[in-house]
């Protein structure tokens, strides 16, 4: 049980290290989901805005979803792209290329979350080009 709490912290501090990269960097990321509902589960494309804790105690992701499975996009009640909350321990794999970036806030971006209750980082954008 040692070995097993040791290698998943190990494990979670990477994603932490390659998430907080992704958005200080404004990477494009291609992740694969492991989503609560049917058609949940798959391959997505973000642009991740901000990372924290959600109110259920989860670390969390806050991402623009450009494209992929999404169950709420399926049922019509949230088309994409759009805004997503992705647990960060659903997250299967975390890909992404360097040279892909986004370059400003998708509409209605909001650095103070309110599903977050700790924010450990959001992407920052100079106002003037915006």
């Not at 997503?84 to 909001?110: A, K, M």
């Amino acid at each position: 049980m040692k070995l097993y709490n040791i290698v998943k912290r190990l494990i979670l501090e990477k994603s932490a290290e390659e998430i907080s990269n992704s958005i200080k960097n404004k990477n494009i990321v291609t992740l694969y989901y492991d989503g609560d509902d049917n058609g949940g589960k798959g391959l997505r494309v973000i642009e991740p805005f901000c990372y924290g804790v959600s109110k259920a105690g989860n670390a969390v992701i806050r991402a623009w979803e450009r494209e992929g499975a999404s169950y709420t996009a399926q049922k019509g009640e949230q088309p994409l792209p759009g805004w997503r909350l992705f647990r960060v321990d659903r997250i299967g794999s975390y890909n992404f290329d360097p040279r892909q970036n986004f370059t400003e806030p998708r509409p209605q971006y909001n650095p103070n979350d309110k599903g977050m209750t700790s924010i450990k980082l959001c992407a920052k954008f100079d106002l003037e080009e915006v």
